[in-house]
C-alpha cells in the first residue's frame, strides 16, 4: 500500500480545492420556445433528405391516405428517427400530416398524429403547412433529455405534384422538409463582478447543442472568398435579452473582456464549465477596439471567441487566422451602428509568439472592392460584385442602423433594408469618358 504524509496530502488537497475553487460552473436550464413568441431565440434548423419508397425492416405505421407518403430519417441525439408525410383527407392539396417516431422504438403507433394547416398559398404553385412545435425525449449519450421542434414543409411546384412520374423521381425537388429548432439552455455566470448572460443554440437540430465549429473549405475555387464555419452557437450578452448581434461560435476557448477560459459544454449534466487559462499565454494587439472577435488556428482544430476583449489580450502561442468580428459604434449625432466583418481566403494568418510585437490586421481603413464577372456566352453582359474590405482583406458582410433617429447617413428606401445605408450607384465610363452604364448596387 502506498504511504502519504500529512505533507503529500496537504499540498494535494489544496490543489484540488484551487481547480474548483476558479473553474466556473454555469447551471444549464432548458427551455422550449413560447408559442407565438415575437421574440428572438436561437436558431437552428436540418433539411431532411427524402424518398417515396418505405424504409426497409420492420416498422409501425398507422395507415397512410397519400398515394405517395414521403418518408425521412433524422438523428438527433444518439438515434436516427424515422418521419412520415401523409394528407389528413385524399383530396388535400399538399401534405399537411405528419407522423414522427417520438419515442425511437420503430412504432409510429403509439407516437401523436401531428396535423398542420394550410397557410394562405398561391394553388398554382407554392404552399406552405403551418405544424405545431414536436416536443419529444431524446437520448444524449445515454441520458434522457427534452427536446422541442417545429416542422416546415412546403412546395413551389404544386401543380408538379399531381403528376406521378415527378413526385417519385423529383420529391427532393418538389417538397422542402425542415426540423427548425423549438429550443435552446441558458445560464449566468459572472467575470470581474459583471454578469453576463449565456444561451446555447443548436444550429445543426442535433440535439446536443455543443457540436463545435468547423470551417468549410473549396480548394476548387481559386477566386478569392470568404472563410464559412459551421456548427452549433453561443450567445453571450452582458444585458437582459439575447439578438442576433450577440452570436457565437461553439467552440473551445472563450476570452471575456481581459480572462481567457477553456469551454466545456455538457447538457447531459446540465453545465457548462469555463476553466481559466493563465499559463503560457502571449499578448496580442488588435488595431481597433470590437465587441466581439473570433481567431482559429492554423490546423482548424481550436476558436477563439472573444467577447469585448481589450485591445491587448493574452492567447496561446501559436498561428491564427481571422475569422470574423463585430463592431459597435456611434455615428456624429450619436446613432448606434453594428459593422460585421468577415475573413477571406486572402486574409494573412497571424503568429503570436514570434519575434516583435504580435499585431492581428484589420478594420480601418475600409476600401471599396469591385470585382467584374463576364456571363459567357453570346451575352455581353456582365456583373458587378460591391464589397468593403478592411486592411485584413476581409469582407464586410453587414453594416447596420441598430438604434437612434438622429443619423444624417441616407438609408436604404427599399423595404426590409430600411436599417442599412443607401445603395450605392456606379458608372461606367470609356476610355474618353462617355458613360456607357449607370445605376445601383442591391443587397443580396
Not at 7 to 24: E, H, Q
Request: with cysteine.
Amino acid at each position: 500500500m502506498s504511504k502519504f504524509t500529512a505533507k503529500t496530502i496537504v499540498p494535494f488537497l489544496l490543489l484540488c480545492f484551487t481547480v474548483s475553487a476558479f473553474a466556473v460552473q454555469v447551471p444549464l436550464k432548458y427551455a422550449k420556445y413560447p408559442d407565438g413568441s415575437k421574440s428572438f431565440h436561437p436558431y437552428g434548423s436540418i433539411g431532411l433528405d427524402k424518398t417515396t419508397k418505405p424504409p426497409s425492416g420492420q416498422w409501425k405505421t398507422l395507415r397512410l391516405i397519400s398515394e405517395y407518403p414521403v418518408y425521412a430519417f433524422v438523428k438527433i441525439g444518439d438515434k436516427k428517427r424515422l418521419c412520415v408525410l401523409d394528407r389528413q383527407k385524399k383530396n388535400d392539396i399538399f401534405y399537411n400530416r405528419l407522423y414522427f417516431d417520438a419515442n425511437g422504438n420503430r412504432d409510429l403507433t403509439d407516437d401523436p398524429v401531428i396535423d398542420g394547416t394550410f397557410q394562405p398559398t398561391d394553388r398554382n404553385q407554392y404552399c406552405r403547412v403551418d405544424f405545431p412545435s414536436v416536443d419529444s425525449t431524446i437520448e444524449v449519450d445515454g441520458k434522457s433529455l427534452p427536446y422541442s421542434f417545429r416542422p416546415d414543409v412546403y412546395t413551389s411546384r404544386l401543380n408538379q405534384l399531381s403528376k406521378k412520374r415527378n413526385i417519385e423521381q423529383n420529391i427532393d425537388r418538389y417538397v422542402r422538409f425542415y426540423l427548425r429548432v423549438n429550443c435552446s439552455y441558458s445560464g449566468e455566470f459572472k467575470v470581474n463582478g459583471q454578469s453576463y448572460r449565456i444561451v446555447l443554440g443548436d444550429r445543426n437540430c442535433s440535439g446536443r447543442f455543443n457540436d463545435r465549429v468547423t470551417f468549410r473549405r473549396d480548394d476548387q475555387i481559386t477566386r478569392r472568398r470568404r472563410i464559412f464555419a459551421t456548427g452549433d452557437n453561443i450567445f453571450i450578452t452582458s444585458g437582459k435579452k439575447i439578438d442576433s448581434f450577440d452570436e457565437q461560435f461553439c467552440s473551445d476557448l472563450l476570452l471575456v473582456n481581459d480572462r481567457l477560459f477553456e469551454v466545456k459544454i455538457s447538457t447531459t449534466e446540465g453545465k457548462l464549465t469555463l476553466t481559466p487559462v493563465t499559463e503560457n499565454l502571449i499578448a496580442l494587439n488588435l488595431p481597433m477596439k470590437v465587441d466581439r472577435i473570433f481567431l482559429f488556428t492554423e490546423d482548424g482544430k481550436h476558436c477563439l471567441n472573444m467577447y469585448r476583449p481589450d485591445k491587448e489580450i493574452k492567447i496561446p502561442k501559436g498561428k491564427y487566422h481571422l475569422l470574423k468580428y463585430t463592431v459597435l459604434r456611434k455615428d456624429e449625432q450619436g446613432d448606434m451602428w453594428c459593422l460585421s466583418a468577415g475573413a477571406t481566403t486572402e486574409s494573412p494568418l497571424i503568429t503570436v509568439g514570434g519575434r516583435g510585437k504580435s499585431v492581428l490586421k484589420f478594420g480601418e481603413p475600409y476600401l471599396p472592392a469591385i470585382e467584374v464577372m463576364e456571363l459567357g456566352g453570346r451575352s455581353s453582359r456582365v456583373l458587378l460584385y460591391f464589397n468593403v474590405e478592411g486592411q485584413g482583406k476581409e469582407y464586410l458582410t453587414d453594416l447596420s442602423h441598430i438604434s437612434g433617429t438622429q443619423t444624417r447617413i441616407p438609408l436604404s428606401e427599399k423595404k426590409d433594408l430600411g436599417h442599412r445605408p443607401k445603395e450605392p450607384t456606379y458608372k461606367i465610363t470609356k476610355a474618353g469618358g462617355e458613360v456607357v452604364a449607370r445605376g445601383s448596387f442591391e443587397y443580396g
